[in-house]
Nanobody, 112 residues
Framework: QVQFVESGGGLVQPGGSLRLSCVASASISESTMVWYRQAPGKQRELVAILNRSGVTSYIDPVKGRFIMSREIAKNTVYLQMNSLKPGDTAIYYC???????WGQGTQVTVSS
């Protein structure tokens, strides 16, 4: 069973940046990968998608601020988050499409 391990979260001031990492226990070369987030009291929402061809897409609230990328040799996907806002506060998770068991996520808190 493929497992995902997210890291890189933390506490950051508004306007700051963080880079999240997600290491998969199997190859991601043929997978569409996604980042989701879940804010307190809200449903998990899709944030970014990176397809097998390396093409990315993002939800409107993060367009121009977040960049998703991958390093196939390391079975790792990244989420570079810039110009962070308090509304970005959430637990961030990665997964593949179709979804596999979720990892523990990584907490991102944007606060002054």
């Amino acid at each position: 069973q493929v497992q995902f391990v997210e890291s890189g979260g933390g506490l950051v001031q508004p306007g700051g940046s963080l880079r999240l990492s997600c290491v998969a226990s199997a190859s991601i070369s043929e997978s569409t990968m996604v980042w989701y987030r879940q804010a307190p009291g809200k449903q998990r929402e899709l944030v970014a998608i990176l397809n097998r061809s390396g093409v990315t897409s993002y939800i409107d609230p993060v367009k121009g601020r977040f960049i998703m990328s991958r390093e196939i040799a390391k079975n790792t996907v990244y989420l570079q988050m810039n110009s962070l806002k308090p509304g970005d506060t959430a637990i961030y998770y990665c997964n593949s499409v179709p979804a596999l068991p979720w990892g523990q996520g990584t907490q991102v808190t944007v606060s002054s």
